[in-house]
């Protein structure tokens, strides 16, 4: 096996969830449990684990109250002789989360942690620990690497629903133990309130777990802290975040469906008293900050980015991209010089020096939006264009002319083994660009596999763009808009590198974990 399994990892997750007890799914339909201030403190949120390097990796907890974050970790989970590791003080300022990073940790090796809160005023009064794992980064790259990407969780009114099960597309994930997961980014939907039931095509009744922050768009602090609050009611998630290490991007629904820099919301729409963008997305980048684990965005830090490299030893880096951040207003986007682009110029340039500087056998691009695909951007009338692609198939244009001097550097530098993997448009396929087929040519050819949604509704397939001739090798939609989780359509992607020969897997997966499309790709080309 060239993916080397780690005995035990499960099992370490039996009372993972113990502490959380109280924050289970409620059996009736109301909002989400107050916390109840006697006693000790308690991580009832669960924990995660972010960002994971070769000797590395973050911790989060959020707390119910003013508590230390201390962290103890063993190679074993019987967590004898454990190593201690004191963390932040929990407080207000950061919504009683903290992150405590781990350094010094041994590659390539399975790593038990487990999360005690303990009283401010007296440290032997600590909460019931919560337990979490993950490997390390290995040093050699026999070991092989096994990843999953999806994104778009709760759009659409499609909240958590008891009677389905909750998220059970998590089930599905964590069966597969992979090293980590992608968030393609909107892991919460800011825009978009839960009701406690909508109607479903058959006339049957989709019930939502509902809290009070949910009930309207975000629009302050609290209210996008609850945002994201919201999924970890959710104890499928819980279980997966106690197992998996996450690498999260973000995208528009952390804020607004469609948001750019600068944009002001329209009086016509009465749902924001807050007109001001910019204003929501500072909330809703402060709230994300104090829910994900991410190594260069820090609760409180007045500067740090989403963008970021992740080495996964020998085999793979990984390029988080932050398509939102930057990028110009959405138009038209016909123009034939864009210097801002969809990742700005910075961002850019950064992209490509660490795409120069990798050394790894794959450089997998995570990218919030897909190249290819036209998706439009019709918010409050407006025949604009979201993502990259404007349905010219011609000689690129707008944020294709950014698009288009990546590829051609990557192709004149020879950098081998990069592959793009997205979520954003709600269904799944796979995509291969090639010049041949292009109105651009200066590239070599690469493949888009395109994932998601996690649980929000399924949508019909956006259509392709000629520019940098993409064929549509496999997909799976529907045909109708909106579909509901109820109605199936909801996906992740697998990705495994083989340790020895070094050929990346992709496999496009169901919510149930049925494998709907395979592709193998082999290592040391420039173009495949």
Wanted: hydrophobic share 35%; with cysteine; proline share 7%.
């Amino acid at each position: 096996m060239s993916h080397r399994p780690f005995p035990g990892r499960r099992s370490v997750l039996r009372g993972s969830l113990a502490a959380s007890a109280a924050l289970t799914l409620p059996t009736a339909l109301g909002a989400a449990p107050a916390f109840a201030l006697s006693g000790r403190p308690r991580a009832g949120w669960g924990v995660q684990a972010g960002d994971v390097t070769s000797d590395s990796g973050l911790v989060w907890v959020r707390s119910d109250r003013p508590a230390r974050m201390i962290v103890e970790t063993s190679a074993t989970e019987s967590f004898r002789n454990p190593r201690r590791w004191q963390g932040p003080l929990l407080g207000e300022g950061t919504d009683f989360t903290g992150t405590t990073r781990l350094r010094g940790l041994p590659s390539g090796e399975q790593i038990h942690y487990r999360v005690l809160l303990a009283d401010p005023d007296d440290p032997r009064r600590t909460g019931e620990p919560v337990t979490g794992t993950f490997r390390t980064v290995p040093a050699h790259r026999h070991s092989g690497v096994r990843f999953l990407w999806s994104g778009d969780l709760a759009g659409q009114g499609w909240g958590i629903n008891p009677d389905f099960g909750g998220y059970t597309i998590y089930r599905a994930m964590a069966a597969l133990d992979p090293d980590f997961f992608i968030c393609s980014g909107d892991n919460v939907y800011a825009d978009g309130p839960i009701a406690a039931t909508a109607t479903l095509p058959d006339g049957s009744t989709w019930r939502n777990v509902t809290t009070e922050e949910k009930s309207k768009v975000a629009e302050t602090l609290a209210e996008f802290r609850g945002t994201f609050r919201y999924n970890l009611l959710d104890d499928n998630l819980k279980r997966f975040n106690a197992q998996v290490p996450s690498v999260i991007q973000w995208d528009d629904h952390e804020v607004r469906n469609n948001w750019y820099p600068g944009e002001v919301i329209a009086t016509t729409d009465t749902r924001y008293t807050e007109k001001s963008v910019d204003v929501l997305a500072a909330r809703a980048r402060r709230a994300f900050s104090e829910y994900f684990p991410l190594s260069t965005l820090r609760p409180g830090a007045r500067e740090g980015r989403v963008y970021r490299v992740l080495r996964q030893g020998p085999l793979l880096d990984v390029f988080v991209l932050d398509m939102r951040t930057y990028r110009n207003a959405n138009s038209p986007d016909d123009q034939t010089v864009d210097p801002q682009g969809i990742l700005g110029a910075e961002q850019l340039e950064w992209l490509k020096r660490e795409l120069s500087r990798s050394r790894a056998v794959w450089k997998v691009i995570a990218a919030d939006m897909p190249l290819g695909l036209v998706v439009p951007d019709t918010t409050e009338g407006r025949a604009n264009i979201e993502a990259v692609a404007q349905g010219d198939p011609g000689a690129p244009l707008g944020r294709e002319l950014q698009i288009a001097e990546l590829l051609r550097y990557i192709k004149h530098r020879r950098i081998t083994g990069t592959v793009w993997l997205t979520a954003d448009v709600h269904y799944t396929s796979a995509q291969h660009y090639q010049p041949s087929r292009a109105a651009f040519t200066d590239f070599e050819p690469f493949w888009e596999f395109v994932s998601g949604p996690l649980n929000a509704g399924a949508f019909p397939a956006n259509a392709l763009d000629g520019t940098f001739g993409p064929e549509r090798v496999f997909v799976k939609a529907p045909t109708t808009a909106n579909v509901s989780p109820a109605g199936g359509y909801q996906f992740f992607g697998e990705v495994d590198i083989d340790g020895d020969s070094g050929e990346l897997t992709v496999r496009l997966r169901e919510q149930d974990g049925t494998v709907l499309f395979t592709k193998v790709l082999q290592p040391g080309l420039v173009g495949q």
